[in-house]
Nanobody
Framework: QVQLVESGGGLVQPGGSLRLSCAAS????????MGWYRQAPGKQRELVAT???????NMADSAKGRFTISRDNAKNTLYLQMNSLQPEDTAVYYC?????????????WGQGTQVTVSS
């Protein structure tokens, strides 16, 4: 069983930055596709970014130019650097791990970390 634990959320002013972390248990981290998703109040959960084991990334249009996803396979840790945060970025951010070939059946979610952007 893979366990994912997010951290780094909090309250920031518009234009501020946050760095989210996701610590993953187990030794399978290095080959799994990792990602960040978010869910704002009253809205569906949406993709923010994903990153493969080799570092290829996919980014939502809303995050391009502001967010950076990265991973440290040696530390089993996923990161999301968020800059130029705006109120519309307010959401619970979830870490996701997906098996590269059996992702439909093998995937895991973290508990989420709250990000609030407000003046």
């Amino acid at each position: 069983q893979v366990q994912l634990v997010e951290s780094g959320g909090g309250l920031v002013q518009p234009g501020g930055s946050l760095r989210l972390s996701c610590a993953a248990s187990g030794s399978i981290f290095s080959i799994w596709i990792m990602g960040w998703y978010r869910q704002a109040p009253g809205k569906q959960r949406e993709l923010v970014a994903t990153i493969t084991s080799r570092g290829s990334t996919n980014m939502a249009d809303s995050a391009k130019g502001r967010f950076t996803i990265s991973r440290d396979n040696a530390k089993n840790t996923l990161y999301l650097q968020m800059n130029s945060l705006q109120p519309e970025d307010t959401a619970v951010y979830y870490c996701n791990a997906r098996h590269p070939t059996q992702g439909a059946a093998r995937y895991y979610w973290g508990q989420g970390t709250q990000v609030t952007v407000s003046s």
